[in-house]
């Protein structure tokens, strides 16, 4: 019983994996938590199908597929906000624009090119199959944005909330605005190779969506986010070998999951909530004399919070 | 000249042009309401959340459109619940629906892997679209084009002014119901021929480049729903001679329109707004 548990341990393929995902997961885990707050969520949807022409690229001229993927993503976000400082269309239908023309133009390249490359790859990534090179790599790029994240993250959490005061304080918004489109593009270049297009569209969102559902205060969301974001990625690739489907799609599921339940837990506690509050309000009228409470003003006690 | 002509001698290349500019259209007339209101990701979200729905309907052997159909009504329905019961922004919830959707899908698909083409949910083959398929997609289309042609006006009353709408006697939950229907219908045949990955654009890049043409909505409606149909016959017909993917190909011709509108367009273009900035430059100095 206890072989069969231990079974994935033993391949030195399943344990890469487990090191890269966590490798993965952390930096955006963190950068999730700024994305949710401010409303950033096709943002990172976009940079991801956009780098799709850098690899296509990177890959028939032979240089790190890593480096393409990077100044791909980057173009989109410039072009984007370039685009979007000069016209009348809203940002997101700017963002939608250029993301999918990018895409598409990704596609036929890599139709063209006919290369060994497999779209499914791209979409998924390759947990199982990923070189040790391609581990360190990750892992540089990982602790590089870290590295940012901790210097600078308490100017890029102001620059969220009260952009204005950012300003004030010498803060460089417009550099801080790319700046954070840059961190994603490095986040979602690293995880490209390994984890895929989708798991890093999710693993940008999801964590920091649980985590603002349970959490006050943005330190401890940025725990919560990486505590769900670390032990869904380990628990999704173990899972994943047991029933032979692909990690990352098992991951995000498990994430959602997570979610659903954090989710659920919260209506149950709100409801808990608004009848402790009514409970207390009638024993209050009931309790002093001098406030007889008729069952006319019961009826006109609030039900909400 | 001969070579030219070629691709119109099979019946083939034929179909696949009239599905896809037919599609293109109905699309493209969608896009300029989408555009209106800022609905891009909703249309993005809706192609990728049907992605498990054609899964299960392939492998139980089901017609796909009633598969997608309520997968993608299951996706809507659970982003507008966690929308009202939490503190979520929109396209939180949006984002969160999606990739969890299209996991899903994947996660089946990867179950067994041998039944369904993953290359074409995602792709999109209107070269090799089957028979039966395609009435589907043109009934539905025409469906939809009906009732756009029908309702533009009150929807456009409603998508501007919804108390007006009220006013004037127009149900605005029972129009945006429908139009809703319409336009995950719409997703579904867009995914035939451009694929789950790229409905995005069709619904919503025709629209804006005729939002940067025209300030008058029925100029933006006609405008929007000419580049629909022009680069979908255009793009269907390039893909003969490329060998490409018909739906990237189309894509791409879009996106360009929207380029040369940005650059060039006579009022909202970079050139006059550079032109503009200059005079008021000179003016201040002068």
Redesign the interface.
Known sequence: MLDTLMLPFQFSFMNKAFIIVTLTSIPMAILSCYI?LK????M??AIA?AVLPGIVIAHLLAIPLAVGAFIAGLCCALTTGY?KE?????E???????F??M???G??LF??ANSELH??HV??GDVLGISVSSVIETGMISVFVLLILLIRGRDLMLLIFDPQQAQVLGINVRFWHYGIQVLLALSIVAALQAVGM??S??LL??P??CA??VSKRFGDMVVVSLCVAISCSLLGVYTSFY????P???I??LM?VV?CGI?CH??YADRQAVKNQQEKTLDILSASPQNSATDRDLEKLPLSP | MEYLLEPFGYEYMVNAMFVSALIGVVCAFLSAFL?LR?W??IA?ALSHATVPGVAIAYMAGLPFSIGAFVSGGFAAVSILF?KR????????????IF??F???G??LL??SPSTVD??RI??GNILAIAPWDALQMVIISIATLLFLTIYWKDLLLVFFDEQQAWMAGISPIKLQILFFACLSAMTLAAMQTVGA??V??VV??PG?TA??LSDKFSHIIIISICIGLFSSLLGTYLSYF?D??T???I??L??LC?LVA?IFAPK???FS?IKRRKEALRSHYA
């Not at chain 1, 409303?39 to 096709?42: A, I, K, Q, V």
């Open positions: 949710v409303g950033w969520s096709l990172g949807d199908h685009i000069n016209c009348r269309i809203r997101d239908t700017v963002m939608g624009i250029v999918s023309g895409f598409a133009v596609i036929i139709h063209q779209l499914t979409l998924l989708i798991l569209i999710s969102i999801t920091g969506a603002l559902l029933l032979d489907s692909t990352a799609a098992t995000v599921l959602a979610f989710f919260k209506i | 555009m800022g891009s990701l993005d966690i019961r939490s503190l979520l922004k929109e396209d939180v919830a949006i984002g969160l990739t969890t299209f996991a899903l994947l996660f990867s179950l993953l290359q995602l792709m990955l790229l995005i654009a919503v890049t804006a939002y940067l490329i490409g993917v739906g990237a190909i894509v791409c879009q996106t929207f940005f909202q273009g970079l707004h």
